[in-house]
């Protein structure tokens, strides 16, 4: 079935860039997704990207997309402590209100 | 902004009990959804839901579970008979018809506690 992967956590010090990376394993995924979840609080959608594309920047956010070696990355620029959450890879086979198969997520660690 | 609100925020219940797990949409979505997240674990999705009738439901999602839009607002989900390892944070979500429905936005969560 589909799967996808991630890093369990990531320490960076503020002002570095972070890179989340992840893995999926669906070659059907359409859309691919970036969810952040804040400590006590649902699933924030950040970003996505169509499977199409390659890359899409959004601000500080910028996701990679790797379709031949089925791998997502999103890279924060300038990280924040802001930032420190659980980011969550997700995909959709079939994009359009699709069930989402989620990553374990990927604990950011933000330092001073 | 609008949000998908979810009540309660925490539900204890004791084994064999009926839980219903609320949730309020984005008011012009038409599709729903619910995941559950066990701790440590993957969030997992349910069902979807679309013109008052499921569209997809998972292998998690058997006849313990029933979903219903019993109003234009509200949407729910009823476990009939809890179970220790129905224990887990329920996530909500919805999206719109067309264009951006692929867009899924979730509420904030409903920690249920089985005993």
């Known amino acids: 079935g589909e799967d996808v992967e991630q890093s369990l956590f990531l320490s960076v010090r503020e002002g570095d860039s972070s890179v989340i990376n992840c893995t999926y394993t669906?070659?059907?995924?359409?859309?691919l997704y970036w969810y952040k979840q804040e400590p006590g609080a649902g699933l924030q959608l950040l970003t996505y990207i169509f499977s199409n594309m390659d890359m899409k920047q959004d601000q500080r956010l910028t996701v990679l997309l790797n379709k031949k070696d089925k791998h997502l990355s999103l890279r924060i620029a300038d990280t924040q402590t802001g930032d420190s959450a659980i980011y969550f890879c997700a995909d959709a086979p079939r994009g359009t209100a699709s069930k989402l198969t989620f990553g374990t997520g990927t604990r950011l660690q933000v330092t001073l | 902004e609008p949000e998908v609100t979810q009540t309660p925020s925490h539900q204890v219940t004791q084994m064999g009990q009926e839980v219903i797990l609320r949730c309020v949409p984005i008011?012009?979505?038409?599709?729903f959804y619910w995941y559950r997240q066990i701790l440590g674990q993957k969030v997992e999705f349910l069902v979807s839901f679309y013109n008052n009738e499921i569209s997809e439901k998972s292998e998690i999602f058997d006849d313990q579970f029933s979903v219903e839009r019993p109003d234009g607002s509200n949407f729910t989900l009823k476990i009939r008979s809890t179970k220790l390892e129905d224990s887990a944070m329920y996530f909500c979500?919805?999206?719109?018809?067309?264009?951006?429905?692929?867009?899924?936005?979730f509420g904030p969560g409903t920690r249920l506690t089985v005993t």
């Open positions: 669906d070659s059907s995924s359409t859309y």
């Open positions: 979500a919805s999206s719109s018809a067309g264009l951006y429905s692929y867009e899924q936005y």
């Open positions: 008011s012009n979505h038409l599709y």
